[in-house]
């Protein structure tokens, strides 16, 4: 009979499926811009094109320093609440603001900058619970 191992880091494993389709969808959404604009390097000085490029540079810049706090929370023990709340906010805050840009919506993308900077901050703060709990 097969045995059960429980991953490591269960929490971020599943954030990071979720965040792993937006990551590829944007990629995709910049390719298609690519393609129809016919620009092989860079925006062209197309305004569409430089939002779908910056919503991707965005999320590359921001999700993997957070993926990286939730996984160092679970391993060490942090509090999953917290780590959970943690991700919860970056997945939301990542798809706001994809959504966001993409509507030329300011205050979504606020919006989605300030769940995003929640979710570092959680994710900073679940791992100093484990700190604490020595």
Sequence with gaps: MPTLTIPAAPITAIAAVALSVL????????????????????????????????AHANFAEYVPITLLLLAVAEINHGAWPITLLSAALLVVGRVTHAAALARDSIPMRVRGMQATFFA??????????????F
């Design 23 to 54: 990551y590829i969808r944007l990629a995709f959404g910049v390719i298609a811009l690519r393609r129809r604009r016919q620009v092989r390097l860079g925006t062209g000085q197309h305004q569409d094109l430089e939002a779908a490029v910056r």
């Design 120 to 133: 570092i901050g959680a994710g900073a703060t679940a791992n100093l619970s484990a700190f604490l709990s």
